[in-house]
């Protein structure tokens, strides 16, 4: 029998609903891999204790953050980079890949978690970023991100190392890769947005050729909570979100989790 490469994001497990979705996840071959790009929950006990779980289930599991996972408030311990090193630390426990190991191969394809963040460059060219920020406040836009990241590190100079750091390894690849990201890797899918002030949030310019520069098969991403594939430059970008429960009755019937490569 054949294994499959599932992917999925952005479960939201502190919802009930979500929670029995991802409770209720199995392999359908114990060869079977699951993708998880973000978003799994905001305390670090519940990310962990939900990839465990996944990680029992299928026989590998590849994460890489989201926003929500770098959320913290002020009298929390771990907030910013600390906080991302010590998810990373906790996840290699419990033999959870992460963005900071080396890429596993899937069949022939390498599949590299990045964790490339945003630096309010998706914005309007007419606009600088604070401009942009100060029209998104207006259009009441703005993401919790400044409220639970921002005050705790530099996030667009965090981006740049970033995405420095994942070019340097990701040249060293030979072979077809799948990037997986939380964020997409060009704006195009972010235009679809009801309030496209949100972009800012929502990646950076600096990944655009990414997909080209390393030999993609194709990108998966989730943060935007709108499950489709978008084609961009001949390239897929595949939003796997799960979501939140009162948007799930809004998108469209779909395969999830989504089945994103077959090996024999
Ligand atoms: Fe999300």
């Not at 929390?76 to 990373?88: A, D, I, M, S």
């Not at 995405?163 to 890797?185: E, K």
């Not at 050729?209 to 991403?221: C, E, K, L, P, Q």
Request: hydrophobic share 40%; aromatic share 10%; glycine share 4%.
């Amino acid at each position: 029998m054949s294994s499959t490469l599932w992917s999925v994001s952005d479960l939201h497990v502190s919802f009930p609903a979500n929670r029995g979705k991802v409770e209720a996840l199995q392999p359908k071959d114990p060869g079977d891999w699951l993708i998880v790009a973000g978003d799994v929950a905001e305390r670090i006990d519940e990310i962990v204790d939900t990839l465990a779980h996944l990680r029992r289930r299928y026989s590998r599991v590849i994460w890489t953050p989201g926003n929500h996972e770098l959320f913290a408030r002020r009298s929390e311990r771990f907030k910013g980079r600390e906080r991302y090193r010590l998810l990373v630390d906790l996840l290699r426990e419990v033999q959870v890949d992460t963005p900071e190991d080396e890429y596993p191969r899937f069949g022939e394809v390498t599949i590299a978690p990045l964790f490339t963040l945003y630096d309010y460059s998706f914005r309007p060219a007419h606009l600088s970023a604070s401009q942009a920020l100060e029209a998104a406040r207006q259009a009441r836009a703005t993401l919790d991100d400044e409220l639970y990241i921002a005050p705790h590190v530099n996030i667009p100079a965090w981006c740049e190392e970033r995405v420095a750091y994942s070019r340097q390894r990701l040249a060293t690849v030979t072979g077809p890769t799948l990037l997986v990201n939380h964020w997409p890797l060009v704006v195009e899918p972010t235009l679809r947005m009801a309030k496209p002030e949100m972009a800012l949030w929502c990646g950076t310019t600096a990944t655009r050729s990414f997909t080209r520069d390393f030999n993609a098969i194709g990108a998966v991403h989730g943060h935007l909570h709108m499950p489709e594939e978008m084609k961009v430059a001949g390239y897929s970008h595949l939003d796997v979100s799960l979501g939140y429960p009162f948007e799930q009755q809004r998108m469209p019937p779909r395969a999830w989790p989504y089945p994103t490569l077959r090996r024999p």
